[in-house]
């Protein structure tokens, strides 16, 4: 078992910054595929960037690429999601999910959300216009 949480949301201008931030205690962190989706009011939930176990190989849908950035420090059983040039439509509550098994190194596979095993309980981002 896994345990996430989310931290690091909060109200925003346009243009502005966000660091999301996902504690993960109880399964070894650094062999969980890590993952950020977001679901905004009556819209599905959405991928929004990957991370693979050891940190290299890393995956962004084309809505936030160039904009967010996800990492990972192990040693702090810790994901992060950087993201900048925020805009009114990256409102949305954000979680982060983790995968017990080693997926393979496709965006398309980090993209479903069936993959995870494991979620957090969301931290809401607004962004103002």
């Known amino acids: 078992q896994v345990q996430l949480v989310e931290s690091g949301g909060g109200l925003v201008q346009a243009g502005g910054s966000l660091r999301l931030s996902c504690a993960a205690s109880?399964?070894?962190?650094?062999?969980?595929?890590m993952g950020w989706f977001r679901q905004a009011p009556g819209k599905e939930r959405e991928f929004v960037a990957g991370i693979s176990r050891g940190g290299i190989n890393t995956y962004y849908a084309d809505s936030v690429k160039g904009r967010s950035t996800i990492s990972r420090d192990n040693a702090k059983n810790t994901v992060y999601l950087q993201m900048n040039n925020l805009k009114p439509e990256d409102t949305a509550v954000y979680y982060c999910a983790g995968a017990e098994r080693n997926l393979p190194y496709s965006r398309s596979v980090y993209a479903r959300a069936d993959e995870y095993d494991y979620w957090g309980q969301g931290t809401q981002v607004t962004v103002s216009s």
């Open positions: 109880g399964r070894t962190f650094s062999t969980t595929c």
